[in-house]
């Protein structure tokens, strides 16, 4: 999925800046190269990153390992 399709199929509201650093964190799904000047994101993990969010809502904000 792309950039696009994060926003308006997921929900995800991140610009592009502040996902590269969750991914540069190890935060977000690792985006995939499709050629020089296209990435994309696995739908499938994608929907994982979200489902483990959703999991965690409830935990302390004060727990690190909660995200």
């Not at 308006?8 to 935060?27: N, S």
Request: glycine share 8%; proline share 7%; net charge positive.
């Amino acid at each position: 999925m792309s950039k696009k399709e994060l926003k308006t199929l997921c929900g995800i509201p991140y610009t592009p800046q502040h996902i590269g650093r969750l991914e540069a964190a190890g935060k977000f799904p690792k985006r995939v190269q499709l050629g020089p000047n296209r990435v994309a994101w696995l739908l499938s993990e994608v929907d994982a990153w979200v489902g483990e969010r959703i999991a965690f809502r409830g935990a302390s904000v004060d727990d690190p390992a909660s995200f």
